[in-house]
């Protein structure tokens, strides 16, 4: 019953309006895999530079996640920085590609069969060389972003051809699709092929279309966002990892995973880095499923 | 079991990117009591001129309204034109007071004791002059806009310490409480003495803050919006509409009259003026309730 993320590795340094971390653990696969790590047994796949942090490595191994597929490279661990002016979108200041730009995934032994994959967001292009390698899964599901929809659409294409499911934000299914109605968008990718497809709207939760079928949900109240970066890596891990406990694509299957996917969320953007994260209380984490399931 | 509406009666030109309408039916009150006509006896409090159109009269007779409270005065009815450059905000190009200038709402008997009364969107010197007026009512609630909350937020305080539940849209409530979290401003509002605050989030939907309770209900979704005039006013119709038939403000009650004023403003928009409003199947809007429902 486990999962396979396979994405990025960074150490970020980020600003917000609540203050600024420099070189904290980040990345797409790090993210969603610490919020997978609480509801399913977790294997990373991606690549580190010779400078990532010894308790970076124990922090991931202390959640259980198995890093047979954490490459180390020669040369320097990819670096994003980033300031938030407000919170919904991110301005990049500089980005290091450092070992990532090489980046050419190899799913170890232990990786090519398990329950559920999520390609979180990286090149289209590395997307369909994981997909090349895999044997035997029940559930595939791709992120994405605005950079590579951009750059190289039919890629994306070829990807969403072959997923399960794809988690994709209000602004990037318009650019996407060229619909302007999220809905009719969404039914795009299912023509595609795509069995459902999670549309997230940031404040605003998340509404996921598959089978003829929709499902609301708000995103859980947060006090106070202190930095947003990963909120939809937290989100498809939680989401991911509660599907690799399920047979099937059930309406009550997808209303759990995209409560818990909400929460994993909204713990994340609690705080800076990987921080909201991190050993966590699962009574805490069930209490706040509940409670959204009770105000929706 | 009925429900009082006061607010502006307004012939509208409306220009959108689904099209144009020139003198069309409309005023919040108008849009409120349309909505509201389908679930509970409507009584509207408002002025026209002498040129109100005779088919708008007859329209609201044929939704069963009680029009003892609209006064016909000498000149014109109220005018506003508007343009939608996207769907989400018009720009004004004029408004004709006319007769509503002098407008002081006087509730005839039959409106001063009844089970709800809505305080549609009127400047809020108006709607303390009705709460001076009414002897026993269950449910008072109150809309209001950014205009009002620019030009005289004590009088808005006035009215929100007399009110049971206020109406209001996200920025407003930002602007009104300086919060910028939605919930702590709600939460100010409920200090301030009204009983519940509902949240209006356009696309997205709403939320419900009561009793240190949540009730979040997504939009209905809608194909083409053609004209979102009045959408706040028909949710906030149906919404009172379904509180006139309740005894208690309970948990229950509060998420019923939430859907119904959704799937009001869902159907409202979703034509130019009142169209979307008259002459409903109400096994059509019942549907979409359940829907809606089922959904979240």
Chains 1, 2 share one sequence.
């Not at 995103?219 to 498809?236: H, I, L, N, R, S």
């Amino acid at each position: 019953m486990s999962l396979v993320v396979v994405g990025s590795v960074a150490l970020d340094t980020i600003e917000t309006p609540s203050g600024k971390v420099c070189d904290a653990l980040g990345g797409s696969a790090i993210y969603a895999s610490l919020a997978a790590s609480y509801f399913a047994p977790t294997k990373v796949v991606g690549v580190v530079g010779e400078d990532f942090p010894q308790p970076g490595i124990e922090l991931l191994q202390r959640h259980g996640i198995c890093l047979d597929g954490l490459e180390t490279k020669q040369g320097k661990t990819f670096r994003w920085s980033g300031k938030y002016q407000n919170l919904n979108q991110a301005d990049t200041l500089s980005t290091e590609l450092n070992v990532f730009a090489d980046f050419s995934p190899q799913l170890p032994p232990s990786c090519r069969s398990c329950e559920s994959l999520l390609l979180a967001n990286i090149h289209p292009a590395l997307q369909l060389q994981v997909l090349n390698q895999i044997e035997s899964y029940r559930w595939v599901a791709c992120d994405t972003m605005n950079y590579w929809i951009d750059l190289c659409p039919e890629l994306l294409t070829e990807v969403i051809r072959r997923v399960d499911i794809v988690f994709i934000n209000e602004d990037e299914i318009r650019q996407y699709t060229k619909s302007h109605n999220i809905f009719s968008g969404a039914r795009k990718l299912i023509g595609l092929g795509a069995r459902a497809v999670v549309i997230k709207q940031g404040e605003y939760g998340s509404v996921a279309v598959f089978d003829n079928d929709l499902f609301f949900a708000p995103a859980y109240p947060v006090e106070q966002v202190k930095d947003p970066t990963g909120a939809g890596d937290a989100f498809a891990g939680g989401f991911m990892s509660y599907l690799a406990t399920q047979s099937d694509l059930s309406k009550l299957a997808m209303r759990k995973a995209v409560r818990l996917g909400t929460v994993m969320a909204a713990l994340n953007v609690g705080d800076f880095s990987v921080e909201g994260l991190t050993d966590l209380d699962t009574n805490k984490i069930d209490t706040m499923i509940k409670e959204l399931q009770e105000w929706s």
